[in-house]
């Protein structure tokens, strides 16, 4: 009895895989297993042309304070949330680099009749990332961005303005 209960499920599972992998095969979206690379960085897949705009700055964080203070600033800390709640600019939102759409366009919301977003995480390059894609999805040529070099550990290390906590000010 117990071969035969396991004998249906095994089936079930492979009827249910290949109509599963007939299903992908037959959309034009479906993932195509020959070419498939896990992705090296987060973001939104292929990233369409940012718009005619500076490029995204990199400066250390003595220079990026006086950025910080402006209250036109928007500053975004992309790093997990335990991270965040551990320490974090103070006046910084979280927005993870795993963040979802949602929290993306909220983010990109919020910089509506601000001039600068200010961005950093455990390094530089995990916030050029986040910093790269907001460009992109916020379409603003005037926009101006920044990415503090060395990420919170360089701004820390600096002695400049930390707070500890969740964001009181980000959607779930």
């Known amino acids: 009895m117990f071969a035969t209960l396991l004998g249906r499920a095994f089936c079930l599972v492979l009827a249910g895989s290949a109509l599963g992998l007939a299903v992908n095969a037959?959309?034009?979206d479906g993932i195509r297993?020959?070419?498939f690379a896990p992705p090296t960085t987060c973001g939104a897949g292929e990233a369409a042309?940012?718009?005619a705009a500076s490029p995204v700055e990199v400066l250390p964080p003595t220079a990026a304070v006086s950025v910080c203070?402006?209250?036109q600033t928007l500053v975004a800390d992309v790093r997990p949330a335990g991270e965040f709640?551990?320490?974090h600019v103070t006046g910084a939102i979280h927005l993870p680099c795993a963040s979802s759409d949602s929290a993306a366009s909220a983010a990109v919301d919020r910089l509506a009749g601000r001039h600068t977003?200010?961005?950093y995480g455990d390094g530089t390059d995990d916030a050029k990332v986040v910093a790269d894609e907001l460009r992109r999805r916020g379409g603003r040529a005037d926009l101006r961005i920044v990415v503090i070099e060395g990420g919170f550990s360089a701004w820390?290390?600096?002695g400049l303005a930390c707070s500890s906590g969740p964001c009181t000010e980000c959607t779930k």
């Open 26 to 28: 037959a959309r034009r």
């Open 33 to 35: 297993f020959t070419k």
């Open 49 to 51: 042309p940012a718009p």
């Open 69 to 71: 203070g402006d209250a």
């Open 85 to 87: 709640a551990q320490g």
């Open 117 to 119: 977003l200010v961005v």
């Open 156 to 158: 820390s290390h600096a």
